[in-house]
């Protein structure tokens, strides 16, 4: 998309172009009774240039549309010094967790918590699976205090919400950005950070399901890939 800046310098280039061609004209009318010869072959060379001319400032004008952005990963790398960047966004290690849970019919609103999270982990990948568990089933994927903190939900859909595990089994899905609440642009922030908090909680969270709108019996199974920093 053009910018108002990009957009005017076309506009005043085209004008300018449409104004030598004028000027041009002018001076080719008076000249070609005097010169015919002469006022053909300025012709054809003043059209050849003023395309030229029209061509490379309008190629120009062109540079200010185009963007040249950095990631703050290479922002840092190009820094003099090299600003080293936080390990939990390069080359930081992924690590992971896997758990199943059995689900026993337990009815809508019964919660299931897989992993325990720390809050400055940044996370990187939630990915979610299970059998046909029930008709009309469907389970949101968030983040809960630990028993320890209060049990209490953080966020119910914070990773994925009304995923569908009615008509059949759900094929290991990647969850992470599901619900929109950690958006992509979260994918920087450590935990406590994308969930908004305005500092490190410094504690454990659970990652968890909850039937939301019926009982379900069946496996589930979530995996969570993480990045601690170290």
Do not use: C
């Amino acid at each position: 998309m053009k910018n108002a800046l990009t957009a005017s310098l076309e506009t005043l280039v085209l004008v300018a172009v449409m104004v030598w061609t004028a000027i041009l004209a002018v001076i080719l009318w008076l000249l070609k009774p005097l010169a015919p010869d002469l006022a053909a072959l300025l012709a054809r060379n003043w059209a050849r240039h003023t395309e030229r001319w029209a061509m490379g400032l309008l190629g120009m004008v062109a540079l200010f549309a185009a963007e040249n952005l950095k990631s703050t990963l290479v922002t840092n790398a190009d820094a003099t010094p090299v600003d080293l960047s936080d390990a939990r966004l390069s080359h930081g290690r992924v690590r992971e967790m896997v758990a199943i849970i059995e689900a026993a019919g337990g009815d809508a609103g019964s919660t299931y918590r897989f992993v325990r999270v720390w809050s400055g982990w940044r996370i990187s990948g939630v990915y979610f699976a299970s059998d046909d568990l029930n008709t009309n089933a469907t389970v949101d994927i968030g983040v809960y205090q630990t028993a320890e903190n209060g049990g209490a939900v953080v966020d119910a859909d914070f990773f994925a919400s009304a995923v569908n595990v009615t008509s059949a089994a759900v094929a290991e899905t990647n969850v992470t950005h599901e619900s929109g609440a950690f958006d992509i642009d979260d994918s920087e922030k450590p935990l406590w950070q994308a969930l908004g908090l305005t500092e490190d909680s410094k504690r454990w969270y659970d990652i968890g399901a909850i039937s939301a709108t019926s009982a379900i019996t069946g496996t589930m199974k979530l995996r969570v890939q993480y990045v601690d920093g170290t």
